[in-house]
C-alpha cells in the first residue's frame, strides 16, 4: 500500500500561483510514476501532469503545459506540482495518484492505483 496526502491548496486570484505536494508513505516511492488529477463539480476526472518513476519524463494536458511543472524528490518521498498563471478554469480539487511499480508513464487515470484524498484549489477572477 502507498498512502498519499496532498497540501498547498488554498484561494488564489487569477495569475497567480500555487504549489501543491504530494507526500507519500508505505511501499517504497521510488519506482512509481506519479500524476495529478483534478475535478471540477459536475465534471470528470481529468489529467493534469504526470512524471515517470525516474523523474526523467513528464507529460502535461495541452490546458496547463508552460503553465504547470511536475517534479518529484524521491528522497523526500514527494511530488510537486507547481501551478502558474492560474486561471478561474483551474478550479478543482486536485488528486495525486500513484500507478504500478515501475510502470509507465500514463495519462489514464485507471492505471493509477493509489489516491490521495484531494486538495481545492480555487481561482478567483
Known amino acids: 500500500q502507498v498512502q498519499l496526502v496532498e497540501s498547498g491548496g488554498g484561494l488564489v486570484q487569477a495569475a497567480g500561483s500555487l504549489r501543491l505536494s504530494c507526500a507519500a508513505s508505505?511501499?517504497?516511492?521510488?519506482?512509481?510514476?506519479m500524476g495529478w488529477f483534478r475535478q471540477a463539480p459536475g465534471k470528470e476526472r481529468e489529467f493534469v501532469a504526470g512524471i515517470s518513476w525516474s523523474g526523467g519524463r513528464t507529460d502535461y494536458a495541452d490546458s496547463v503545459k508552460g503553465r504547470f511543472t511536475i517534479s518529484r524528490d524521491n528522497a523526500k518521498s514527494t511530488v510537486y506540482l507547481q501551478m502558474n498563471s492560474l486561471k478561474p478554469e483551474d478550479t478543482a480539487i486536485y488528486f495525486c495518484?500513484?500507478?504500478?511499480?515501475?510502470?509507465?508513464?500514463?495519462?489514464?487515470?485507471?492505471?493509477?492505483?493509489?489516491w490521495g484524498q484531494g486538495t481545492q484549489v480555487t481561482v478567483s477572477s
Open positions: 508505505g511501499r517504497t516511492f521510488n519506482p512509481y510514476p
Open positions: 495518484a500513484a500507478s504500478s511499480a515501475f510502470g509507465v508513464l500514463t495519462s489514464q487515470p485507471d492505471e493509477y492505483r493509489y
